[in-house]
């Protein structure tokens, strides 16, 4: 099965629903989903929702897809591995990436570890992507080990960019960033090898202002292009 169709009146996207369904090429959705559905976990024996989806992970045939537009919020590890995915529009009324968190209790002290969204992880054909327009962050590794992404729009509503977020994408040449920015991770950045250029939409004393975590070398060291958001005369989605 290369394509699917999924009949109106779906509301909601089961989790896991498509992983590993490896000649699937492409899934039209219908636009009544409003919500891609999480798995549940067990903590402490209490079961209750995690944050992963899984919907589309391992569908290394995926090409393409198209988001509802009344979709809010996409799970972690919904795209990862989806090795042959080019395509992904995304609705402005995306708000929120999930990801998910270890946990290190030690007395009353309470430690938060390995972060990690994988939402886009390993999507080894994806070139560009406009990020959402409602989006607010970009979790941890929400792009890791995109080895061909070159180009990322992300748009004015989004403020932080988490640990590891394009950590690995090689190919990554350039950024464009928007004033609503205040906090760039550690390794948000790294092994980003040929990063070159970030256009950012306000001057360099707000550039300055942002708190730029450590492993940010290539991103300290790009050309700056303050006061545009005009990138590429590459086509995006959004």
Request: net charge negative; glycine share 4%.
């Amino acid at each position: 099965l290369e394509e699917i169709t999924l009949g109106k009146g779906i509301t909601i996207l089961s989790a896991s629903v498509f992983t590993d369904s490896f000649n699937l090429k492409k899934v039209n959705l219908p636009v009544t989903i409003t919500k891609f559905a999480t798995l549940t976990k067990k903590i402490a024996g209490i079961e209750s929702e995690s944050n992963a989806g899984w919907q589309f992970a391992g569908c290394k045939g995926l090409e393409e897809i198209t988001l509802p537009p009344e979709l809010e919020v996409l799970p972690a590890y919904v795209f990862y591995g989806c090795s042959q995915l080019k395509k992904v529009v995304c609705p402005d009324s995306l708000t929120e990436f999930l990801f998910e968190s270890d946990f290190s209790i030690n007395g009353e002290d309470v430690e938060v570890k390995n972060m990690r969204s994988n939402l886009f992880s390993n999507c080894d054909a994806l070139e560009s992507i406009v990020l959402p327009a409602g989006l607010k962050y970009i979790p941890p590794k929400t792009f890791n080990n995109c080895k061909n992404l070159s180009e990322v729009i992300i748009q004015k509503a989004v403020t932080e960019i988490m640990t590891e977020a394009f950590y690995n994408c090689k190919a990554l040449t350039f950024v464009s960033v928007p004033e609503s920015v205040i906090s760039i991770g550690e390794n948000a950045f790294s092994k980003c090898d040929i990063f070159a250029d970030i256009f950012y939409t306000a001057n360099q004393e707000s550039w300055d202002k942002i708190s730029i975590g450590d492993n940010n070398d290539n991103l300290i060291s790009a050309r700056k292009h303050y006061n545009t958001t005009s990138v590429s005369t590459h086509p995006f989605e959004s």
